[in-house]
Structure formats: C-alpha cells, structure tokens
C-alpha cells in the first residue's frame, strides 16, 4: 500500500501535475490520521473492555465476600440475642428467690450466656484492591468509599466485643467459678469437630458439688448478669450498623453486575 502511494505521488510529480500532487498528499496524512484514530479506538476499545471485565470478576468477588459475611453476621446477631434472652432469664431466678429449686435451668442458662464471640468478618478482597492500589478498577464512587470505610465499621465492632471478652474474664467467669458448680454446663454443650464434623465429647453427668445459694451475693450476682447482657447489647447494636452497610453494599453490588 505504501508503494502504491509512493507511485501515484511519482507519477504526479513527472506529470508536473503540483496542485493534484498537493491534493493527493494533503488527502494521504488524512487518510493516515484517520487510521491512526480508528487504531487508537480500538486499542482503546479493547482496553475498556478488559478493565469492564476486571470490574466485574472485582464486583463478583466482592459480592461473594459480602453475602458471607451477612449470613455469619445474622448467625450472630442471632446467638447474641441468645446471650441477652439469657441474661434476662437468670436475673428472673435471682429476683425469684427460687435459685435452688431452678439450679438444672440455671446451669443450662450460665452456659448459653458464656457462649460467644466477636464477629470475624472476612476482608481478603476489600483488602487486596486497597493495599494493591486497584480500588480505582472499580468505577462507582459510592462503592469505592464505602469499600474504604468498611474497616473503620469493623475497629468499631471489634471495640465493643473486645470490651465483653475482657469483662467476662474479668468479672463474669471469676464471680461464677467460684460460686458455681459450671461443668454442669458440660450436659448441654454441643461443639462440633471442624475438621471432621463429629461432636466433641463431654461429660454426661452433673457435678457433685452443689451452689451454696444460702450464702450467695444476690446482688454482685444481679450486677455481673447485668454487665454481660449490657455489654451484649452493645456488641448487637455494632453488629446490627455492620449489618446495615453489608445490606448497603450489596445492594451498590448487584445495581453494577446489573448494568455491565
């Protein structure tokens, strides 16, 4: 093709045919511009489609990662409303004065209040595309922001699960080791193997020591249910904000899948 042009223009030139000679050559760089731009689009088309496809193999992986979290959220959320139920039950007996004649219902109720956790959220691709520097491949601002922020609703959460765990320890468990026969919990308790899914193994008769309900502090025992349903409360309703974005997110989530 460029020695056909070549020629034409040669040919002009022996003819002494300059205005045609300038025409021709003026209407060649066109020609030439034109299929630069036309490479360029498509170069810049094929590059737009490999980041729209990036984009959404991000949002897909995202969307993954947020649904499992709210299903482990809800678990939560779920147990811990066990924990308040629970919490409420005991101060019932204790206000009852009728502790010893409901000692079986409370053994199983001191277990139910010792049984949780902090939320353990996972952040494997929120946090790849931020410390990779690819959070720009995703093109929704509201999205990018609240990726952003997400770890800030998660130091939130953790602060308030944090502070049971340490009361817990601290107050709760001392105060009930020392006033309760607790391995009685064992006759209740059912925790799975993870690896292969069997129940571990416990105890399957009460303990032979009994509370001693005459000489037992009603009130230091009140005070350390109600620091536990309290602190609960709280961890419920950091874990109910963590819920809402989740549901937030998702929602930005799946308009973007829907549009690409």
């Not at 066990?82 to 004065?97: L, M």
Request: aromatic share 10%.
């Amino acid at each position: 093709m460029i020695k056909l042009f070549r020629k034409i223009r040669q040919n002009l030139l022996s003819e002494g045919k300059t205005g045609k000679y300038f025409k021709y050559a003026i209407g060649e760089i066109v020609l030439v511009v034109i299929g630069i731009l036309i490479a360029l689009g498509i170069n810049n088309w094929n590059e737009n489609r490999k980041d729209h496809n990036s984009e959404k193999a991000v949002l897909m992986n995202l969307k993954k990662e947020f649904q499992l979290n709210l299903e482990m959220i809800n678990n939560y959320l779920e147990g811990d409303y066990e924990i308040v139920k629970g919490c409420i039950k005991i101060t019932d007996i204790i206000r009852s004065n009728n502790l010893e004649n409901e000692s079986n219902k409370l053994d199983s109720l001191l277990y139910v209040i010792e049984n949780f956790a902090a939320f353990p959220a996972k952040t494997g691709v929120v946090d790849e595309l931020i410390n990779s520097g690819k959070l720009n491949i995703i093109t929704n601002d509201s999205l990018r922001m609240k990726l952003t922020g997400w770890s800030s609703f998660l130091i939130n959460a953790k602060e308030d699960s944090e502070y049971r765990f340490e009361n817990y320890h601290l107050n709760l468990m001392p105060f009930l080791i020392k006033n309760f026969p607790l391995a009685n919990g064992e006759l209740n308790k059912k925790m799975e193997n993870v690896i292969t899914g069997d129940l571990l193994p416990n105890y399957k008769e009460q303990s032979q020591f009994k509370a001693d309900y005459s000489n037992l502090n009603l009130m230091e025992f009140e005070n350390v249910i109600w620091h536990q349903k309290h602190n609960t409360d709280y961890v419920i309703i950091e874990n109910y904000t963590l819920k809402k974005e989740i549901l937030s997110i998702l929602k930005i989530i799946e308009r973007e899948l829907t549009n690409k």
